[in-house]
């Protein structure tokens, strides 16, 4: 079983919509959860982090977790074709370990 | 904010030959740097820890005598493939976080290796 998986997609939402990307995790010890955004080409880049359960919110972006579910979720409202990439769940397993295990990542595609 | 620079961004070599990648921390000192590597349409795959002064920590798959990684300094870790083959065509990453209570990372720009 793969440490996190994502729904690969191709997910298509029309501007404006709330699109809804879905992450889960198979260690029950994980710490802490980060979603990155990935243009094609370009290197990932941060746009959330959460490490307690709840919703955390960040203008557009609400990161949600549920530990007990091991489930971890994005939601970016309003959607812009510019929001169009390829976002990619991390968990970092361990405590005191700093690298991350990435998902295969989700591609959104925003359309106009 | 924290920037980490890699260079090239793209490389094209012929098969056999050396391909040495790099990656500096430029507004802090990474003790420590990932080095990633990624297929079309795949995730992010971790193919070995960079630490400062000692030996690279290699993840299960990945030759350390292919791909060799040197961290010399504070701000400077490199990444060089060895007698690359196509099979070693692929999206190298590096990342580092800024600090050892920092747990988010920044990464380098990438670099596009293509083998012919």
Known sequence: QKEVEQNSGPLSVPEGAIASLNCTYSDRVSQSFFWYRQYSGKSPELIMSIYSNGDKEDGRFTAQLNKASQYVSLLIRDSQPSDSATYLCAVKLMAGANNLFFGTGTRLTVIP | ?116
């Open chain 2, 1 to 116: 904010g924290a920037v980490v620079s890699q260079h090239p961004s793209w490389v094209i070599c012929k098969s056999g030959t050396s391909v040495k990648i790099e990656c500096r921390s430029l507004d802090f000192q990474a003790t420590t740097m990932f080095w990633y590597r990624q297929f079309p349409k795949q995730s992010l795959m971790l193919m070995a820890t960079s630490n400062e002064g000692s030996k690279a920590t290699y993840e299960q798959g990945v030759e350390k005598d292919k791909f060799l990684i040197n961290h010399a300094s504070l701000t400077l870790s490199t990444l060089t493939v060895t007698s690359a083959h196509p099979e070693d065509s692929s999206f190298y990453i590096c990342s580092a976080p800024r600090d050892s209570h920092n747990e988010k990372l920044f990464f380098g720009s990438g670099t596009q290796l293509s083998v012919l």
